[in-house]
């Protein structure tokens, strides 16, 4: 009876004992509702650290083998490269990745987890459906749009993934003179936020702006306001290179840490 009831004290232990550290710069609670529902299936706990790319970076590297965090997840593709070309991930892999997750969207080192698109926002009121026909992105640098785009500023990383992905299809020297004439397009100096920009369209100081799609979303939800939900109204989005390779997806995704205490509990709650 009485090793009945260690054999049961010491699985019980075990069972509250597993747990996974996630390092984390999204801050969305329906994430936390998935970590509930994996903890309520598994008995794995799953303890967040929630922060900025760079700063979380920083203590991974810095904490280097003592560090416990076992997934780093990220939400651009080009910080998951950073930390990839950094040596922080381990290599990973799981049937499940392969087929669920489209090559295009992982490494051996990360998997993407959550896509969205950066493109076009326009007002119905200064530009027709017509004149925006067959746009791809890489027409943005043409004279007709002169002083007519918003963007943000270059250090974004969402304009530098997008960047990357037209060197990557057009080569470096296309884009070298392409981002010249791109600029002269800009109907200000870039400022603000994605929002920032879909409201100057609105305005109408610029004809297009550059956005990822949920910011239009949050928006015309309400949730910033009456001023951004008229304004987002006024706009519309536009999905660019429809007849070609398609609109930039972009990745929030997320890897294994090189020296990641729970491993196995990780890739499960990744799975
Ligand atoms: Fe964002």
Same mark, same amino acid.
Do not use: T
């Given at each position: 009876m009485r090793w009945i009831f260690l054999i049961l004290l010491f699985s019980f232990s075990k069972l509250f004992a597993e747990e996974v550290n996630l390092f984390t710069t999204r801050h969305y609670e329906s994430d936390i509702k998935i970590y509930k529902k994996f903890t309520k299936k598994t008995g794995i706990k799953v303890n967040v650290v929630a922060g900025k +790319? =760079?700063?979380?970076? &920083?203590?991974?590297?810095? $904490?280097?083998?003592?560090?416990?965090?076992?997934?780093?997840?990220? %939400?651009?593709?080009?910080?998951?490269?950073?930390?990839?070309?950094?040596?922080?991930?381990?290599?990973?892999?799981?049937?499940?990745f392969e087929s669920e997750v489209p090559s295009s969207f992982r490494s051996e080192y990360w998997i993407g987890i959550a896509k969205r698109a950066r493109i076009i926002f326009y007002?119905?009121?200064?530009? +027709? =459906?017509?004149?925006? &026909?067959?746009?791809?992105? $890489?027409?943005?640098?043409?004279?007709?749009?002169?002083?007519?785009? %918003?963007?943000?500023?270059?250090n974004n990383v969402y304009n530098q993934s997008l960047i990357a992905s037209l060197i990557e299809k057009n080569g470096l020297d296309y884009m070298k003179k392409w981002l010249k004439d791109f600029v002269n397009n800009f109907s200000r100096k870039p400022q603000g936020n994605d929002r920032a920009q879909i409201l100057s369209v609105a305005s109408g100081e610029s004809k297009l702006a550059i956005a990822n799609t949920y910011y239009y979303a949050l928006m015309l939800s309400g949730k910033k306001g009456k001023e951004q939900q008229l304004a987002a109204q006024k706009?519309?989005?536009?999905?660019?290179?429809?007849?070609?390779?398609?609109?930039?997806?972009?990745?929030?995704?997320?890897?294994?840490?090189?020296?990641?205490?729970?491993?196995?509990?990780?890739?499960?709650?990744?799975?």
């Open positions: +790319s =760079k700063s979380l970076e &920083k203590r991974i590297l810095e $904490e280097g083998k003592d560090c416990i965090g076992d997934i780093f997840f990220l %939400a651009d593709v080009g910080r998951l490269i950073s930390a990839e070309k950094k040596n922080i991930f381990q290599k990973i892999s799981s049937s499940i007002s119905p009121s200064k530009i +027709s =459906k017509n004149e925006l &026909k067959d746009l791809n992105y $890489e027409n943005l640098s043409e004279p007709r749009w002169k002083g007519q785009i %918003a963007i943000r500023q270059a706009v519309k989005p536009f999905f660019p290179n429809q007849n070609n390779r398609g609109v930039h997806m972009n990745i929030s995704g997320v890897g294994v840490l090189k020296y990641s205490p729970n491993k196995e509990n990780a890739i499960k709650l990744i799975e």
